[in-house]
């Protein structure tokens, strides 16, 4: 690894070779630059309660600070991305009753209703280079964090070279200073398919900061952990050819499940931060 240096901040630990950094997010002052985020609140076209557009702070002194907050008696987080899964995208109910009316005046090119939302433009997408984040990892149970890249067509054919791959970079689900990586394609039904997760514990360091990287060519993906190599995927899993968003993401434990409050663990964890240095891609020379 080499060492790639930010002018007032934190250098980069780089693969080797010539890299030239093309996007960052240092968190700056005291406004989140919305010209590189937008806040993730839908998924699969249903409105998430519990992901709310401001459970998150920056500090003043380069840091973005994701916070667990118990709003209206939910326990609600912050998903920040750089782009749309279309599938996310919030559509129109269909109304039957009116679209039998206008079937029965011949409007025909009223009777369709598009059951997918309108697209957005991404903030930043791209494919291949170094992709970093250096972070300060949340202390107590009941929620995670995470840094990934997502498709904005995944599962939408067959062929995950063409319609992209879930690369989660780093995921930590406990407090057991485990963290892990995976990847995920061919969308989220009966068809999903996963390269299975890969467990990294974490080391002390002096700060209490750790940096993730994921380099990404059209061969395999590398990803780092505090500088070291963990793990590497290639063929025969499949490495995404398209374009694709970053994420920066916490999640209140068990929101999927019908028991997604778990009062216990989330009661303990109110208050606690996942702390986010900056993200980083950087496209080899």
């Not at 998430?48 to 920056?58: Q, S, T």
């Not at 598009?114 to 903030?123: D, L, M, R, T, V």
């Not at 063929?235 to 009062?263: K, V």
Request: proline share 3%; with cysteine; hydrophobic share 30%.
């Amino acid at each position: 690894m080499k060492e790639f240096k930010v002018e007032n901040h934190k250098s980069s630990l780089l693969p080797d070779g010539e890299w030239k950094l093309i996007w960052n997010d240092e968190f700056d002052g005291k406004t989140l630059d919305e010209t590189k985020w937008a806040n993730r609140a839908y998924m699969m076209g249903k409105r998430a309660e519990h992901w709310v557009e401001d459970a998150f702070e920056l500090d003043g002194n380069s840091n973005i600070i994701f916070k667990l907050e118990k709003r209206n008696g939910v326990y609600c987080t912050t998903q920040l991305q750089t782009g749309y899964n279309y599938m996310d995208m919030p559509s129109e109910e269909y109304d039957t009753a009116s679209a039998e009316n206008r079937k029965e005046e011949n409007k025909s090119e009223n009777y369709f209703k598009w059951p997918i939302g309108e697209i957005k433009e991404p903030k930043f997408m791209h494919k291949y280079g170094y992709y970093e984040c250096r972070c300060k990892m949340q202390e107590r149970e009941g929620w995670w964090s995470a840094f990934w890249l997502q498709s904005p067509i995944i599962g939408s054919t067959l062929n995950p070279e063409f319609s992209g791959v879930e690369v989660d970079i780093m995921e930590q689900f406990s407090r057991d200073g485990i963290v892990q990586n995976v990847n995920h394609w061919n969308g989220y039904g009966s068809q999903h398919k996963s390269s299975g997760a890969c467990k990294v514990e974490l080391k002390e360091t002096e700060d209490g900061y750790h940096t993730f990287g994921l380099d990404w060519t059209p061969d395999y993906y590398r990803y780092y952990v505090d500088g070291e190599l963990v793990r590497e995927i290639k063929a025969p899993l499949p490495i995404s050819q398209t374009e694709q968003f970053i994420l920066i993401s916490t999640e209140a434990i068990g929101y999927r499940s019908s028991n997604w409050n778990q009062w216990e663990d989330l009661e303990k964890a109110e208050g606690d931060k996942w702390v986010v240095d900056y993200v980083r891609v950087f496209e080899a020379i």
